[in-house]
């Protein structure tokens, strides 16, 4: 586990920070990009927090700490045969961000439209959380074309971003309470 007894080292002052193998990298890293937005999307979902109850706060809390877990997989350059095994993202992970997505799209109102972000403000904050797991899913690609990382990392933010527009619709009276697109509606 981390122990965290100082919150300020003062190592990041001239715009590097450590990797999870020591290495040190420039803020700006598309690696520290990468794991800062799946930072940002956790945070996100804090906020849709406080506006879930029961089991779709369960969920959320699942996911939040699965968060921190993609953040210590990206933070971390795979490498053969190391000291310490990195924590990693494993299938499992998915498998029930795809069951979850199964049961609670089962009861939503079929699709007629593309649906605006809103509805309740569970939904509304899933939503921003949805479009930021969608921009860490981009930059997670474009650092997987220079750098090997875990692609179970990247499914997982894939199926992230799908079960936070499910949950969303989920929290929006199973869909019923949706707001959607009317194209050229304000024409």
């Known amino acids: 586990m981390v122990q965290l007894t100082r919150i300020y080292t ?3 002052d001239k715009g590097k920070t450590s990797l999870g193998d020591g290495r040190r990298v420039a803020k700006h890293d598309a690696r520290v990009a990468a794991y800062g937005t799946v930072d940002e999307a956790n945070a996100a979902i804090g906020l849709a927090r406080l506006h879930a109850t029961g089991e779709a706060d369960a969920m ?3 996911i939040q700490n699965d968060l921190f ?3 210590a997989d990206l933070c971390t350059p795979e490498q053969e045969n190391p000291k310490y095994p990195p924590l990693r993202i494993v299938q499992e992970q998915i ?3 795809e069951a979850e997505i199964d049961a609670l799209n089962a009861d939503l109102s079929p699709l007629t439209s593309f649906i605006l972000p809103g509805g309740s403000p569970a939904s509304a904050h899933l939503h921003l959380a949805r479009t930021i797991a969608r921009r860490a899913e981009r930059l997670m690609t474009e650092l997987a074309e220079a750098e090997e990382i875990n692609p179970l990392a990247i499914a997982y933010m894939n199926r992230l971003s799908d079960h936070l527009f499910v949950l969303a619709r ?3 009276g ?3 309470e949706d707001v959607l697109w009317v194209p050229g ?3």
Request: no cysteine; proline share 0%; charged share 35%.
């Open 10 to 12: 003062r190592g990041g």
């Open 60 to 62: 959320l809390a699942r």
């Open 69 to 71: 877990d993609l953040g």
């Open 95 to 97: 498998d029930r961000l």
């Open 170 to 172: 989920h929290l929006n």
């Open 174 to 176: 199973q869909g019923k």
């Open 185 to 187: 509606g304000n024409r």
